[in-house]
């Protein structure tokens, strides 16, 4: 087997600690690493594989030598950087939206579309979060049944947002165990201070919005997911429309989705055909309270789906809730599992 030489560009980043821990979980065969992310983090140390590493400023030069880059830092460092390190000859997994819907480039989930990959031009890209573990269980159902419509609401972890955004969930649930009733301006609202990256707050609180607002009245988040569920299932028939929600959850996201198929898929027999899925993990026993939920997910691989039913109030209908961490299936495990495919 070969063994690579390795770059992760944003090692120091949420997404980017999941590459380093998953590669090291799976052995990936390695023959060097390069851990590289902004001037800020130049001389830090992350451990990889028992070894202290030291990260390096990301440059265009950063690629001499590098054979496989994982990429998560930002869908403006993939525009900019990206290019230099395919003319160094690189291989490029980008978790970034720079590239997705680039012709030139496949996006790929390894359970539903591993042939695109060997169409890359240098770059292949990693899907959304929330779009990976949809088409993971979307696609068996489509395949027997033929999806018409997605309807999905997400619920989606502050995790998804960066590590940042990890810290100013616990700095705002800090903030409110601390304050005595007296210095809370409203029953449980943080002081402005601790409101930095989302643009409200989170703790305590839904906020339906992620990413920019587009012309069209979605956000960009909302977009990604129909537009890269067509790309990755090569269907661009499929009728799909999102909700994205941010929760107060650090780890793993939630879909509640609703889909229309062609033909008539009973509870049973989807159930029967998630069971049988490559990723997915059926979790249906209502009875028992058995239902996936993201404290389950977090730190695991699968794509969790439960809450199986159909939906009455149309003839082919089913709805589903699915779960799954979005650091690792969502970013990090999806991109080396591209990187295993090749
Ligand atoms: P740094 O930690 O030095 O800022 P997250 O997704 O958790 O927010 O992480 C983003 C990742 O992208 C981090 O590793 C971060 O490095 C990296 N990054 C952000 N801006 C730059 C930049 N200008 N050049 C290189 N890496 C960057």
């Known amino acids: 087997m070969k063994n690579w030489n390795v770059a992760v560009m944003g090692a120091t980043g949420a997404v980017g600690s999941r590459f380093l821990s998953i590669l090291e979980e799976r052995n990936f065969p390695i023959k060097s690493i390069k851990l590289l992310a902004s001037k800020r983090s130049k001389g830090k140390s992350i451990k990889f594989k028992k070894r202290s590493c030291e990260v390096e400023e990301l440059t265009h030069d950063s690629f001499k030598g590098v054979e496989l880059v994982l990429s998560s830092a930002g869908a403006e460092r993939s525009l900019e950087y990206l290019p230099s390190a395919v003319k160094a000859g690189c291989i490029c997994i980008d978790n970034s939206s720079a590239f997705r819907m680039d012709e030139n480039v496949p996006l790929v989930v390894p359970e539903v579309n591993p042939h695109a990959v060997k169409r890359h031009r240098g770059i292949i890209a990693n899907p959304n979060c929330s779009t990976i573990q949809l088409v993971v269980a979307l696609w068996p159902l489509h395949k027997k049944a033929k999806i018409k419509r997605v309807v999905v609401s997400t619920y989606q972890s502050v995790s998804g947002a960066g590590g940042k955004n990890i810290s100013e969930l616990k700095e705002q649930v800090s903030y409110l165990q601390k304050a005595k009733d007296a210095d809370l301006i409203g029953k449980h609202t943080v002081g402005k201070s601790c409101i930095k990256e989302f643009p409200h707050q989170i703790a305590f609180n839904l906020i339906p919005h992620i990413d920019k607002f587009l012309d069209n009245a979605y956000t960009k988040e909302e977009m990604k997911m129909v537009n890269e569920t067509r790309k990755i299932m090569e269907d661009d028939s499929i009728g799909i429309t999102a909700t994205a929600i941010r929760v107060p959850v650090y780890y793993a ?42 404290l389950d997910a977090e730190g695991t691989d699968g794509v969790f789906v439960g809450r199986v039913r159909e939906d009455e109030s149309i003839p082919n209908g089913l709805n589903l809730w699915i779960v799954s961490d979005n650091l690792r299936k969502g970013a990090a495990l999806n991109a080396i599992q591209i990187a295993e495919l090749l």
């Open 253 to 294: 996201h939630s879909e509640s989705v609703n889909i229309e198929t062609e033909d008539k898929l009973s509870r049973d027999e989807a159930k029967g055909i998630l069971s049988r899925a490559p990723g997915v993990t059926l979790i249906d026993d209502p009875q028992n309270f058995r239902y996936p939920m993201p």
